[in-house]
């Protein structure tokens, strides 16, 4: 023990006397240093593993030791080599000239959000339009894009080349074309005294007007003709230029029909087999009919019902609020909102039966 004792204290006096010549900045450095050593140390107890640095206290000890010289390393008792922390340096350096020098990407700069929201709208509003007609469209407008970026934008999102999107759907047809749209069909009901009737209706797609056309115990070809006849002169009487007429495969529609609408300009669409959504505007109408007025009223004969479908088609055409037109009637627009507190705390509301209090209309008293 005596000599164990004698020679740590000649190794340390000789180690305080190189410590003479160094500076006070060396001293707290190494002392920094070897204090953090000791706490990576503290972390490991009772541990069997292997001391491990964290990045972080691989950067510590990185930025403290790398200014000291190197024999000051080699000389100072770290757990690693010196050789290990220049390198720790080194990488730090690295990262750290990476973060502030890092080079542009290769290839062409992204499009701009605006520029590529404007490519997918001219797509969405013109479904036949291909890359070469949308960048045309660009140029008009000013804006210098290469043909190759409209196609990458298209095939990023997806879009199918011109002549597969060009293909309209039904749903599209029906809308582009509500304007000049018309519908009819044939309704089956049962009076009270037995007799089946045939009531025909056409409906105007835009105004969702209808106009009951007749009803009658036998839809011979004579009686269908009269009535689509009625129908034309109503047409030009009220100024609608319908192109279309959509019904269903029935039997009870003559041949001759078409040729009669074709002499008005209108073209007869017929629907697909068995499949109703392609006249769901005048079967919705249908379902209303019967929920609002057959099912719902007692009818005598023939000359009863043509009198209920008569009351009927007016209340839907003046009075019944729509969903598809904002809550108006065909013939009748939603007035202002009431603003006045006194009319809201007051108001005074009529009340208007028609066939017997079947359907009620309600109006502001004069």
Not at 110 to 130: A, K, Y
Not at 286 to 310: F, G, K, M, P
Request: hydrophobic share 40%; with cysteine; aromatic share 6%.
């Amino acid at each position: 023990m005596l000599l164990r004792l004698a020679y740590l204290s000649v190794t340390y006096t000789f180690a305080a006397l190189r410590l003479l010549p160094m500076g006070d900045l060396d001293k707290d450095i190494e002392i920094l240093a070897l204090r953090h050593q000791i706490t990576v140390l503290e972390r490991h107890l009772g541990a069997d593993t292997r001391v491990h640095f964290a990045p972080e206290d691989r950067a510590l000890l990185a930025a403290l030791l790398t200014s000291l010289p190197r024999e000051v390393l080699r000389r100072l008792q770290l757990l690693v080599r010196p050789d290990t922390v220049l390198r720790w340096h080194r990488d730090l350096m690295k990262r750290r000239h990476a973060r502030t020098c890092r080079p542009k990407q290769p290839g062409r700069p992204p499009t701009v959000r605006s520029i590529r929201t404007l490519i997918l709208r001219l797509v969405r509003e013109n479904p036949g339009w291909g890359y070469r007609r949308v960048h045309g469209e660009l140029a008009t407008l000013g804006i210098k894009v290469a043909p190759s970026t409209v196609w990458e934008i298209l095939k990023q999102e997806g879009l199918d080349p011109a002549p597969q999107r060009a293909s309209t759907t039904w749903a599209d047809f029906l809308r582009s074309q509500a304007d000049a749209l018309l519908a009819c069909d044939f309704i089956e009901t049962v009076t009270l005294n037995g007799q089946r009737q045939y009531i025909l209706a056409v409906i105007e797609h835009a105004g969702r007007r209808i106009r009951v056309l007749g009803t009658t115990a036998h839809p011979t070809v004579g009686w269908v003709i009269q009535a689509i006849r009625n129908l034309v002169m109503d047409l030009e009487h009220a100024n609608c230029r319908a192109r279309f007429l959509i019904r269903d495969r029935d039997g009870k529609f003559p041949a001759l029909m078409n040729e009669i609408l074709a002499d008005a300009g209108i073209q007869t669409v017929l629907t697909g087999i068995r499949m109703p959504r392609m006249n769901s505007i005048m079967e919705r109408w249908v379902q209303s009919c019967r929920h609002e007025l057959l099912d719902r009223c007692l009818l005598w004969n023939e000359r009863h019902l043509r009198h209920a479908l008569r009351e009927y088609e007016l209340f839907y055409n003046r009075h019944r609020a729509h969903q598809a037109l904002a809550q108006a009637a065909p013939l009748r627009t939603v007035p202002d909102p009431i603003t006045d507190p006194e009319r809201i705390t007051d108001l005074n509301i009529r009340r208007r039966d028609r066939l017997g209090g079947v359907l009620h209309e309600y109006s502001h008293a004069a």
